[in-house]
């Protein structure tokens, strides 16, 4: 069963982070490459179990990706985060951040796989059977995870941004502030460029299942709320030059409301896309 | 006056502003309920609230004229500060780079050769272009040879791409809602429509062809639910069949630029639904139609044919009834499953119903569109592609490589560079720069 593979996964990404932590803590910047294969080998193994799912699913003749319930969006989500700091700062390997996200992943996971919720594969309901849902889906949980990590950074930028004790320090803690503030607007492009791919793939979507490119159905609504949030920061941020906690402020609220096209719509509002609970 | 509120208009704070007001608009529309009759805000508000929420159109927002409004406002922002901008920028991008500007970049790296190095400077412009792009080579004061770049500059127009490709989508939604239609089509098999129900603003509307439905699909998962329906349709022009096709959800059909989707079907009975009925030891069979109320022999209670479905939980067809026993109360409802093999869901009793025969066949609901902005607004998406690559992936960059003489043959050569907010594509290249200086030492 790809699930039971999940399990390993969790404690994969939980050592990465607290391997990660360990690192910035106590500034062992060698650790941060065992941090680095643990979360990666945690990675294989989840990018693996994903693929298994698929072909599982093949195999029961109900053939599709596994992306159509609640399930299984956190089992890509968690994927996601991965993938997206994977491509958007790994090569620098940041501990602190590195930690955030190998815990993220790991805390999504671990609520997918031990939160009660249907594990199995079910049949998809005609208007979800198309190629269009697995672009749509795969870009906005991209989008979602870059947003996360730019949360993530945020979080640090307020969190470092505090403990500048003056003295020796300073001068360091002024480049990890400067460095996250690049790490937060880089998280946020890739974050929006996906968000956009996510809303065009859904509104073409749409448009051939059920006649409406776009009917204000509360999580398209809320998707293009965050989208403003986000449209805004970039704004503030290249043509106002708004830089460090203004921004940081910002990235934090999108983030709220990216939870909430991603929870809150779904067990709060009703709509279109109420399946996914 | 005028340059007041043309200078409004263009300003960025507007634009902010207005995408605030859009945000704030959508988390109206969400948590507000939308388009509940007036009673209903009277009720849950109370008359003062709910009378404003009424006189602000907040119960039918997107498309109030206060939200409308703002879009509005946004495309005029959005037109006049992209207006306002672009000329600049294209004069950028035409005009030739002046070393001037190059050379109060910072400098990035420093080289100095000697005399005979100074063979292997022949092939420098080569080897910088190879990694630069054409450069511009202008010879400045102490015979110093300055050698410009400029990467990345078309990326400038990203900007205004994204924005044009907004409006083109919001011009497309309007072109949709001023000239479109949309309306269902309810046939059964064998029949012919062309009479759409409108329900926005509610109405009907006849087609100039006509659509039959010559047949209609409905496959099921082994739960139960469905996998796949589809209809198979002939329209219909002047009396002639012009054209067959098959209409499946996610698969619509297109003619003569009206859109039909599969959007619902129901089960029918064709004619009337054959039951059996046991009473103690007598069985009865009783003919009856859908929604129709039926007395049981002997006037002992009576049955209706309340809703049917074609398969309920992978047993198959079945029929709801609604069932009054004699002098019994509210009718109560139960399921039969067609086929009588199987064990039956219990049922209240005396009578013991049994379906013995039921002929089904399906309605299928076709969902009828016109929208001649569609493909406006998919033009509106492409364009937006190239407009986010060039804004957001296309690192700028300007490099000047300076090669100035010095005594006894040597040269030095000195690099100078910006990037723009892509601080690795920048670092990157200025690695590969260094590289490539050195080999020629
Ligand atoms: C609806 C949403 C909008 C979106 C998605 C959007 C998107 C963008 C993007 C992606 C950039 C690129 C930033 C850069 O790389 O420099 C940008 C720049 C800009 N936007 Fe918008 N924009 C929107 C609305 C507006 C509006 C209403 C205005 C009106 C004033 C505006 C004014 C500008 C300006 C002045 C720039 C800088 C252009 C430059 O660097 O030459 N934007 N916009």
Redesign the interface.
Known sequence: MSSKLLGWVVLFYFIGGLIFLVAAVFQQRQLNRIAQGATLLGFGVHTVSLLWRWLESHQMSIGRAPLSNFYESLVFFSWAVICVSYVSFW?QGRDYIGSFVAFLACLILAYASFGGHATQIM?L???L??NWLIIHVVTCFLGYAAFALGFGAALLYFFLARSANPGAKEKDSLRRAQELD?LI?RAI?IGF?ML?LGI?TG??WA????????S?D?KE??S??TW??Y??LL??RL??GWQGKRIALLAVVGFMAVLFTYFG?SFL?PGLHAYLT | MLSRLWDGLTSIRLALLTLFLLAVGGLIGTLLPQGQPWEFYQERFGQLPAQIYWRLGLHDIYRSPLFLSVIGLLSLNLTACSLKRLPEVLRLLRSRPAPEAYKKLPQRLQLNLSRQDAASLQNLESRLSRSLGRPTVVVGEQETTWHLFRRGRWGRLGPYLIHLSIIVIISGAMLGNIWGFQGQLELLEGETGNILTLNDPPGRKPLDFGVRLDRFQVSFYPNGTPQEFRSDLTFIKDGQEVRQAICRVNDPVTFEDITFYQSTYQARPRGAVTLQVTLDDKTYTLEAPLRQRLNLPDDKGMVIVWRLESNISGLGPAVQLAYRPEGGGHPLLFWVLADSSLRQPPQPGPHIFRVENLDLTYSSGLLVKYDPGVYVVYAGFILLLPGFWLAFFVPRQRWAVAVRPQGKGGYSITVYGVGDRQKFAFQRRLAGLQGKLEELA
Do not use: C, D, N, Q
């Not at chain 1, 448009?207 to 776009?214: N, V």
């Open positions: 090569r049949p309901m005609p208007a059977k198309s690049e607007y492009v460029f956009t065009l509104a073409v448009e051939s299942a059920w006649g409406r490119y776009w204000w509360p609504t809320w293009l709320i403003l949030i449209a805004l704004h503030a043509v106002r719509v509002l």
